[in-house]
């Protein structure tokens, strides 16, 4: 069993900037990946930006350019920059670990309005 917890949600105007964060705890598999997704609503989440155990990164293209996503393999934590945010970004982010099985967060809002 994992567990995620989440954090750094919050708002923003657009243009700013917010980071947020997943750690993860439990029976950490020793090559895992960690992503972030994120649901509008009504629709079904979407990958935003994944990490590969070897530090390999893919971005949806849509964030390509203004978002970062990082991991500190020693504490399990993984990272997503988010930079220059436009309002139609707001949306719950979700965050993903890969391991022996697959993990998801509860949530974390993010609203970006002027």
């Known amino acids: 069993q994992v567990q995620l917890v989440e954090s750094g949600g919050g708002s923003a105007q657009p243009g700013e900037t917010l980071r947020l964060s997943c750690t993860a705890s439990?029976?950490?598999?020793?090559?895992?990946?960690m992503g972030w997704h994120r649901q509008f609503p009504g629709e079904q989440g979407a990958m935003v930006a994944e990490?590969?155990?070897?530090?390999?990164?893919t971005y949806a293209d849509s964030v390509k350019g203004r978002f970062i996503i990082s991991r500190h393999m020693l504490n399990s934590t993984g990272y997503l920059q988010m930079n220059a945010l436009k309002v139609a970004e707001s949306a719950v982010y979700l965050c993903?670990?890969?391991?022996?099985?697959?993990?998801w967060g509860q949530g974390i809002q993010v609203t970006v309005s002027s």
């Open positions: 993903l670990y890969k391991g022996y099985q697959t993990y």
């Open positions: 439990g029976r950490i598999s020793p090559f895992y990946r």
């Open positions: 990490i590969t155990a070897a530090g390999g990164t």
